[in-house]
């Protein structure tokens, strides 16, 4: 019990008459949005699909990062790296084909991102098109959806952040054909480093977007790293699965990187073995004297993309020097931008379903009432209230709950498996440190 010396000392403790105010007006999440659904649940959290209560009732996805958790007892052991990363970077940006973060929720020691909604993402397309339509993705589809996607890393590169994480499941479209780049996670600044990358986070890039300096075991590595992934990503969006779909080996014991041999061969049958005087830095690479020991391939993405990018000669030069083994004489997002096969036709739209038919558009991102369905008000039952919807944010992720695209298609094909996103084994999240 405090004696009346000291309540009256606190009830004028500016810290906490602050505290109070601030308590006192700040909004919860639920009085702001009203949640219509859970969407996925990822490394660091989950995100729900939610729609604004002012009146403009936009649609929002909101991402939830989990505080930590020991047995049912939630402790605060502050905010994950990842959370700290993606709004810092996400609050200094603004450009068309970044997913915007509207505001910032620090409620019940969780944190809540609050972006700009889209209805689909490439992993998507991509899964519409192999699995339901099965047909490949039109080439004016494909083409505006990799220029917009460049336009947005040009201006990330501009302002000297490094997304490395560029993978179909990041990489959002709007309902009206918008590419937004999403999931800055594991996004960071570059600009005069005061260490090695390599320092700070161990492996970067999901396994098969990941490039080859990368799995050489360089130390140093710069934005060349997010065009191989581009190259990656048109790739696959060309024939509706990953090029380069390696097995990752897993850190040991002690967290040394292994060396990736799988996906290293995965690559240089496609691409060849290099020369060393296509890619002079190799001698000096970590696993150059690994790589040396690989059979010899003479590489064959002439005829991949005869097959996979018909008539697209100019398509084809284009993936062959983001595919450049050499990050230096790798072609940089703004050369790719300006590269002749935009200037073709069809030329790249701003709406990348403008000129496809209906059908091929793939159908609106599927949400659930997450894993406890009388938690979660039904969308299409409940009006629009404020006090039923925390409980979503509530209830704890259990693995494979997610509702993703990927993840309701059964694990067949090429996108099955765990995660929200389909991050199966291959795709996992490489985060570390
Ligand atoms: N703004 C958004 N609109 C709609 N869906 C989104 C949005 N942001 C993320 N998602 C969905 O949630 C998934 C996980 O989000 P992401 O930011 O990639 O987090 P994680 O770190 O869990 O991978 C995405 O792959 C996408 O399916
Ligand atoms: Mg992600």
């Known amino acids: 019990m405090l004696d009346e010396w000291s309540s009256n000392i606190l009830q004028h403790d500016p810290m906490r008459m602050y505290r109070a105010k601030r308590d006192s007006t700040r909004r919860t999440v639920s009085s702001k949005y009203h ?5 996925s649940s990822g490394t660091y959290g989950r995100v729900y699909k939610a729609q604004s209560n002012d009146d403009d009732g936009k649609i929002h996805a909101i991402k939830k990062f989990k505080p930590d958790k020991e047995g049912d007892v939630i402790t605060y052991t502050g905010i994950s790296q990842s959370a700290i990363r993606e709004i810092a970077l996400n609050r200094e940006i603004e450009h068309e ?55 947005g890393l040009v201006y990330l590169h501009s302002c000297h952040i490094l997304h490395r994480d560029l993978k179909p499941a990041n990489i959002l479209i709007t309902s009206s054909g918008v590419v937004k780049i999403g999931d800055l996670g594991l996004a960071r600044l570059i600009y005069q480093p005061l260490q090695p990358l390599f320092a700070g986070d161990k492996v970067v890039v999901t396994i098969w977007y990941r490039a080859p300096e990368l799995l050489m075991g360089a130390k140093h590595y710069n934005k060349a790293i997010d065009c191989w992934a581009v190259g990656c990503v048109m790739a696959e969006l060309a024939q509706c699965r990953p090029i380069f779909k390696g097995e990752e080996a897993k850190l040991d014991s002690k967290k040394n990187v292994p060396f990736q041999r799988d996906q290293l061969l995965k690559i240089l049958d496609i691409l060849g073995t290099p020369k060393e005087s296509d890619w002079p830095g190799i001698v000096d690479m970590p696993e150059y004297q690994n790589v040396k020991r690989l059979d010899l391939f003479s590489g064959q ?40 096969w935009f200037e073709e036709d069809p030329k790249p739209t701003w709406n990348a379903f403008q000129s496809i038919p209906a059908h091929q558009i793939p159908p609106p991102r599927r949400i659930t009432q997450d894993d406890a369905p009388s938690m979660v008000p039904m969308a299409s039952q409940q009006p629009h209230q404020g006090h039923a919807q925390v409980s979503a944010f509530q209830s704890q992720s259990k693995p494979g709950s997610s509702a993703s695209f990927a993840s309701l298609s059964g694990g067949g094909g090429p996108y099955g498996g765990q995660g929200g996103n389909g991050n199966g084994a291959g795709r996992k999240k490489a985060r570390m440190g």
């Open 35 to 39: 949640i219509l659904g859970f969407i």
């Open 97 to 151: 084909n970044v997913v915007a973060l509207k505001e910032v929720i620090l409620e019940d020691k969780a944190i809540y991102m609050v972006f700009d909604y889209a209805e689909h993402d490439f992993l998507q397309v991509i899964h519409h098109h192999s699995q339901t339509i099965r047909t490949q993705i039109h080439v004016a589809m494909l083409k505006s959806l990799t220029y917009q996607l460049l336009n």
């Open 301 to 340: 993405l002439t005829q991949w993309c005869r097959v996979r990018l018909p008539g697209q000669q100019l398509g084809y030069d284009l993936l062959n020097k983001l595919f450049q083994y050499d990050p230096d004489k790798r072609l940089t997002a703004r050369a790719a931008l300006n590269h002749p």
